[in-house]
């Protein structure tokens, strides 16, 4: 153990956030609203073993009043805030030491919030307390309970831990750049037991101390997010104290919000771009088995499309719409994703010109002790490449909405002609039909007058065959006989017209051949 693995005041924060409402796209059961509380009783009770927790001194849902930013409890006020506070002593590396917290319950807007703060106090009964091995933060997280897989909070949450550096570690820091990171490291691996750490992601300053953070945005749905701060300038530790805490729970919650709406869009990316590529292999398909016969052969046999093709475009036509209305919603939803984003990073730039203009309002803060610059990333450049991806993905993805709206006017337009061809073919039958009847029924009235009757129903010779035949049943056949043939000849003619149009055409698409 090296006097460099020492560190003087660490804490942790916990800051989580929770549904305090159903949302419209979700069906929620009222428990999971309290959850967030839940959870905290488990951890300061289970966890800890501090004795103490909510139990039924926040207030109910229904008692609360309205407000931008509402604390849900009223039993102990520490440092300027309504919380719940607790104290422990517990004996960590050959030493006594003191730990202290508390735990705030906020809604915030339409979200609630934890605030989880774990300490060891700078001072004791007015004696300042020793500096502790970096080994600490083992204690502030039994069996990982602070971590994203215990907690479980809907908007996710920011891990915050701080320490004072000491007279050596700041000259350390001067003399070697990745000291700071090794110190950092080690931090993480004393307070994360048997999980992956998350990712290195950046560093810099912040109210005119050195800060870490873990956990790439874009990926925080596998990587849990935690700031490293570490303290080294008395302007630091006094911003801290003038309600940047109360700053940085709303600063977390919008930052939060933002994350998890992108996460969202990336399930629905995934579950929208797999819709669209069945929607362009189910059109293609359907157009490829209305053309397992040559177009020209078709048209040469005079033949509209067959009963099971028929059918099966009139099953998409009903198949489709339900489809396209399905495939709107996932676009909206990306859309409805893409507005809270940006309604969040509006919040949180907000936020942050609040807190420059308080600090720019206090003359004795230095121009470096005023840098909100760490801060100012996320909404200057995370958040607009979160829009510009989004933008991209509904750019892409609108063209499957023209894909379909276009494919079902094709089919339908297939469907009306077809039925129009058929229509058509079955009032010329119709008509070919009554026609032959109304015939059938002229040579049958005119029969007397052809077939001489005397005596009555007698049989006839016919001349090609050597029986007789009733009168009556002659005069039937020669009606229905005559009836067939002009039934005959008009559909002869009906087809032999559509044939010589369709001839016409053929030949006029030859005409238009260039030579060979």
């Not at 909070?153 to 750049?177: I, K, P």
Request: net charge neutral.
């Amino acid at each position: 153990m090296t006097q460099n693995s020492k560190i003087y005041a660490p804490n942790v924060y916990l800051f989580a956030y929770h549904l305090c409402k159903p949302l419209e796209s979700e069906s929620i059961s009222p428990e999971e609203f309290a959850k967030l509380w839940q959870k905290c009783n488990e951890i300061l009770q289970t966890k800890l073993a501090v004795g103490t927790a909510f139990n039924g001194s926040y207030l109910p849902k229904k008692e609360e009043p309205a407000g931008w930013r509402v604390n849900l409890i009223n039993k102990q006020v520490v440092g300027g805030r309504n919380s719940l506070a607790f104290a422990k002593d517990i004996s960590h590396d050959n030493q006594q030491i003191s730990v202290k917290g508390f735990a705030q319950p906020l809604r915030i807007d339409d979200s609630y919030a934890l605030g989880l703060q774990i300490r060891v106090p700078e001072k004791v009964n007015n004696i300042k307390t020793p500096a502790v091995d970096v080994s600490i933060f083992k204690e502030f997280n039994p069996d990982n309970c602070l971590l994203p897989d215990f907690v479980q909070s809907y908007f996710g949450q920011t891990l915050l831990l701080t320490a004072w550096l000491s007279v050596e570690q700041n000259q350390a820091a001067r003399e070697d750049s990745q000291f700071l990171k090794k110190l950092a490291q080690q931090c993480l691996e004393k307070f994360i037991y048997g999980q992956n750490l998350p990712t290195f992601y950046r560093q810099g300053k912040l109210f005119g101390s050195p800060i870490l953070e873990y956990g790439n945005p874009s990926r925080q749905d596998t990587e849990c997010h935690i700031i490293v701060w570490f303290f080294n300038s008395s302007a630091t530790d006094e911003i801290w104290d003038e309600t940047r805490y109360s700053d940085l729970v709303e600063l977390f919650l919008f930052r939060n919000k933002i994350i998890r709406a992108y996460q969202d869009t990336r399930k629905t990316y995934l579950v929208t771009r797999e819709e669209y590529k069945q929607i362009e292999l189910d059109i293609d398909a359907t157009f490829k088995y209305l053309q397992h016969d040559e177009p020209h052969q078709r048209h040469l046999k005079g033949a509209g499309l067959k009963e099971e093709e028929l059918q099966h475009l009139e099953r998409k036509t009903i198949e489709m719409p339900p489809r396209a209305v399905n495939y709107a919603r996932l676009l909206m939803d990306l859309e409805f994703r893409q507005n809270t984003i940006a309604i969040n990073a509006k919040n949180y730039q907000d936020k942050l010109n609040q807190i420059s203009l308080d600090l720019k309002s206090s003359k004795k803060y230095s121009d470096s002790d005023r840098d909100l610059s760490f801060l100012e990333l996320f909404s200057q450049e995370t958040c607009p490449q979160f829009e510009e991806q989004i933008k991209a993905d509904l750019g892409y993805f609108k063209h499957g909405t023209g894909l379909l709206d276009k494919a079902m006017e094709a089919i339908r337009g297939v469907v009306a002609i077809e039925e129009a061809y058929r229509d058509a073919k079955l009032e010329v039958t119709i008509q070919a039909v009554g026609l032959g009847l109304g015939v059938a029924g002229v040579v049958a009235g005119s029969s007397p007058y052809l077939i001489k009757q005397d005596p009555p129903n007698q049989f006839i010779a016919l001349p090609f065959l050597k029986v007789g035949i009733n009168s009556f049943a002659l005069v039937l056949l020669i009606s229905i006989g005559a009836g067939v043939v002009v039934w005959g000849l008009v559909m002869l003619g009906a087809n032999s017209k559509n044939l010589l149009g369709k001839f016409k055409n053929l030949l006029g698409k030859n005409k238009q051949l260039p030579p060979q």
